[in-house]
């Protein structure tokens, strides 16, 4: 109880709105331009090695309601179980210290993306139908074209995309995790875990 009394420090809640901007400006420009990827938990997954697995989720659940009833991207919504978990998981790969080199990062970024299509794919199909107007759908109708019905072309279009989408992601907060003063770092419970 008192290491998650000091995950949810000052800076800690402060910092989960951060991540929730970074999450929506990043996503909503993948999204207008139609990229096949998503790039949208950036900020997620900052928090969740910084400051734990349950600030991180947290973070994910928060920028998927928020992002989703703010009418920018209503679908979004549906898909805050998987925002919880990518924060999740970023918290609990930082614990083990694969933030420490930037490969196990990646490696991280890839087992979170594969997590993420599993509990993604259903949510895409029953939600959307396999239709939400992002990149991604010239994936999903790839596979509907080769003959697979919609869920196995939602999974399998989130096998195609999320390890990769992931992977950029973990790669670029091990960048900025980098690239961030120590003194700034140390403010964070779980600074330990990223030297």
């Not at 400051?51 to 994910?60: I, K």
């Not at 992002?134 to 790839?142: P, Q, R, W």
């Not at 195609?160 to 907060?173: M, R, Y």
């Amino acid at each position: 109880m008192e290491r998650l009394k000091r995950d949810f420090s000052t800076i800690s809640l402060v910092m989960i709105p951060v991540a929730i901007a970074i999450n929506i400006a990043i996503g909503q420009l993948v999204y207008t331009l139609k990229l096949p990827l998503y790039l949208d938990s950036i900020g997620t997954i900052f928090v969740g090695a910084v400051a734990g697995p349950w600030v991180g989720a947290l973070t994910g659940l928060l920028s998927n309601l928020i992002w989703g009833l703010s009418g920018l991207n209503p679908a979004y919504t549906a898909y805050a179980p998987v925002g919880m978990i990518v924060g999740l998981l970023a918290g609990i790969f930082s614990q083990l210290g694969w933030f420490k080199v930037w490969w196990r990062a990646i490696i991280a970024g890839v087992i979170t993306g594969l997590v993420a299509a599993l509990i993604s794919a259903p949510i895409y199909t029953y939600v959307s139908g396999g239709v939400t107007g992002s990149g991604t759908d010239v994936i999903t109708a790839v596979f509907r074209n080769a003959g697979f019905g919609i869920l196995p072309s939602a999974f399998a279009q989130g096998v195609s995309s999320d390890p990769l989408d992931k992977a950029i992601s973990f790669f670029v907060v091990w960048l900025v995790v980098r690239g961030l003063p120590l003194r700034f770092l140390d403010r964070f419970s779980r600074a330990e875990d990223l030297r």
